[in-house]
């Protein structure tokens, strides 16, 4: 096995268990929902019909960026040209789409997930909501990447939500993120008119982020000798 098809063994391993993960988080469905990974100018993909929860390597099909199959037996999700869209417009290293119940009940109502909570400025903010289209068509295509200028993700009308990241696992992350806001905001609106943070507030979480490196652990410093 060359270098190259052991790498893309890996992704098609990984793609499958993020698969794995989201179903068993609740986020896919039956066979709703696409998953891939890219690597290079090749990209993992999960396979059209097959149950994401359960999936299995050889369920996930690598495609080059103009979406000829280059490895694996079974057709590509429908949705491959939204994918491949995502990857030479923003130039990311995964792609995630779900129907995940949250977003997806959102999308049926809103226009626009308003900012109500600092963590969703991993995402870029507020989280925009591209117009309806038939899935699988390349009108659906441009309106999803026209909603994810700037943003991690976007909220398909009527449809689901897709996420983007550098990462399979921050897509990944990006997509259960994107569910639990979508929850928070849901259950805020039954109590009364969710608050939005403002310009100044997010600018204000982004600069203590910075400054305390938010996110990441921290080692205990040593005590000095002088300290004890």
């Not at 009308?157 to 990006?174: F, M, R, Y």
Request: aromatic share 4%; proline share 4%.
């Amino acid at each position: 096995m060359t270098d190259s098809s052991s790498v893309l063994g890996q992704e098609r391993t990984a793609v499958a268990a993020a698969c794995r993960r989201l179903g068993a988080e609740g986020l896919l469905i039956g066979t709703a929902g696409n998953v891939s990974a890219r690597v290079g100018d090749r990209v993992a993909i999960t396979a059209t019909g097959a149950v994401l929860a359960e999936l299995t390597d050889d369920q996930v099909t690598v495609v080059d960026l103009d979406g000829n199959v280059v490895a694996g037996a079974l057709e590509p999700t429908s949705e491959l040209d939204l994918h491949l869209g995502v990857y030479r417009r923003y130039g990311t290293g995964a792609v995630v789409h779900t129907h995940a119940p949250m977003a997806t009940a959102l999308s049926c109502v809103l226009d626009e997930l308003p900012c109500i909570h600092y963590q969703l400025l991993a995402l870029g903010g507020s989280v925009r909501v591209a117009p309806y289209a038939t899935f699988g068509t390349p009108e659906l295509a441009e309106s999803v990447l026209t909603a994810l200028e700037g943003r991690g993700a976007a909220l398909m009308a009527s449809h689901g939500a897709l996420t983007h990241a550098p990462t399979l696992d921050k897509a990944v992350e990006h997509a259960l993120l994107l569910e639990w806001a979508c929850g928070v905001y849901r259950h805020a609106a039954a109590l009364g008119t969710p608050r939005v943070l403002d310009e100044h507030q997010q600018l204000a979480v982004i600069e203590a982020a910075i400054a305390r490196n938010y996110g990441t652990t921290h080692p205990v410093p040593p005590v000095q000798e002088g300290n004890r």
